[in-house]
């Protein structure tokens, strides 16, 4: 018997990262995770239990600011999902917290993907390194990059600097070192959990659902669904035509009074009302005057940004969920894993 085709997926225990592990184990992969806390493969073996076969699972320790144990996890692997990243939910002080492990992380494991023989390494950026910056600009592809300054955001600044490193670090390797290198870019990723530690992506339905704030600016989000997400990852690493380049993996733009009020509909009835009312733009200029995370969201506020899928539906036939179904599918999770009493 062929023995299965081993997969590295970093940053096993994230809420992205489960989904890929889950995805690659239904189709009959080895995959070798990695976590900085080994202590917590336990739990993550039990999740994902719930979803799939577990036999082909097993974990390495690694570290994204350490080179420790990179060249073990991706030893004997055919393609490195390289999912790990940190997104925080609160905006860091110091935008160097979150860009150096993230640039430097990917480096590290390029590094010893090159050293292991790794056909290919599928990196998941995000449109955060795709359409900030801008400041009249609307319609984006996979031709445009975020214009780094401090005004983004540590987290748009660490995707956009941690994947420009990536794919300068591939021009720059000898023909007979290389490999191929792919990137998707997600949109603000909702769905369903698999491990009840949740995710900084998911705070916006959470926060809705359990009525922490107060009513709804008139800002909205691109969306996609994390199973989707998980989908497009495997279709980039097998695809040939994928290698090189970039995907925006967008599914459609929705208002947060949109998303509020199908919150409200689904799921108020059953105990679980939201505040669907739109906060007008001066409530929350003033808000940021002492909240710099509100101040974040200022220059979004009635922009709506379009980013276009068309890559990712044609080379990947990507066929993404419904939104709607997307939200209330994460409605539903964060009630049963008991995030939402």
Known sequence: MTAPVQVAVTGASGYI??????????????VRGTLRDMARGDK??????????VTGLSFAETDL?????????????RYVM?????????????????????RDGALRVLAAAVRAGVQRVVMTSSIAAIGYGHEDKTIFT????????????????????????????IAGLPAARSLEFVTINPSFVLGPLIDSDG???????RKLMAREVPGCPKMGFSLVDVRDVAAAHMAAMINPTAAGKRYICNTEFKMMAQIAELLNLTFGPGGHPVRTRELPNWVVRIVALFDPAVGRIVPELGRQKRYDNAAILQDLNWQPLPMDETIIATGESLIE???IK
């Open 17 to 30: 990262a489960l989904h890929v592990i889950a995805a690659l184990l239904d189709q009959g992969y080895a």
């Open 44 to 53: 993550i073996r039990a999740a994902l239990a719930k979803q799939t076969d």
């Open 65 to 77: 600011m350490s080179d420790a144990g990179w060249d073990a996890a991706l030893a004997d692997c």
């Open 82 to 102: 390289h999912v790990a990243s940190p997104l925080p939910v609160v905006e860091p002080k110091n935008h160097d917290d979150l860009i150096i492990p993230a």
């Open 142 to 169: 996979e031709a445009d990059w975020s214009v780094v300054s401090e005004e983004i955001g540590a987290y748009a600044a660490s995707k956009t600097i941690a994947e420009r490193a990536a794919r300068d670090f």
């Open 199 to 205: 995710s900084a992506s998911i705070e916006l339905v």
């Open 337 to 339: 894993m008991g995030v």
